[in-house]
């Protein structure tokens, strides 16, 4: 499975074994799994690009009935921009989405942040605004001391988000320090 594979490659490019936390699956499981399209990396120039991209794709994703709109999940670290992102699909087609925290998620695309995905999971996922974890990580105002703490508890996040992904994965970001 290449989305597995991909979380697992990110997690240990950023993680040490001796500080791995996490029981991740072995090589030989990975094989095991059906394979499927590799993940999707689409840089912008802006944050805000990610979002009007993102809304325009599934857009015309739901309206070519490539996907059920159930079967999108979008995962934003910003939860600021959660609504913002719900309201953008829903200007351009009403009711198409919703904030997974709300209920009512049958037939409709569902947007949370990336904390809130505990339990969910859609064959198609969108995850947005990763490069603010990494500024995070590594703004002047942080104590040295603090990083491989923050570090670890972000690389478990992102890992965590990318494995809600069934079977295909588009992450957008804008710096190029996101993609190494």
Not at 34 to 51: E, M, N, V
Not at 112 to 136: H, K, M, Y
Not at 155 to 170: H, P
Request: net charge negative; with cysteine.
């Amino acid at each position: 499975n290449e989305i597995l594979s991909f979380a697992v490659r990110f997690y240990r490019s950023r993680v040490s074994e001796d500080d791995e936390a996490i029981n991740l699956p072995s090589e030989d499981h990975i094989r095991q799994l059906p394979t499927g399209p590799a993940p999707k990396l689409i840089r912008f120039a802006a944050p805000q690009d990610q979002i009007k991209w993102i809304s325009d794709q599934i857009v015309r994703i739901v309206q070519k009935q490539k996907w059920q709109p159930d079967q999108i999940l979008v995962l934003q670290e910003d939860s600021a921009q959660v609504d913002l992102c719900v309201q953008m699909i829903n200007q351009k087609m009403p009711g198409l989405a919703i904030n997974a925290k709300e209920k009512g998620h049958l037939g409709k695309v569902r947007v949370c942040s990336i904390n809130a995905t505990t339990g969910l999971e859609a064959p198609l996922v969108f995850i947005a605004g990763l490069d603010r974890i990494f500024e995070q990580e590594d703004a002047l105002q942080n104590d040295p001391e603090d990083r491989p703490e923050m570090v670890l508890r972000n690389t478990r996040k992102i890992y965590m988000a990318i494995t809600r992904a069934m079977s295909n994965l588009i992450i957008a970001y804008c710096k190029e320090s996101v993609r190494d």
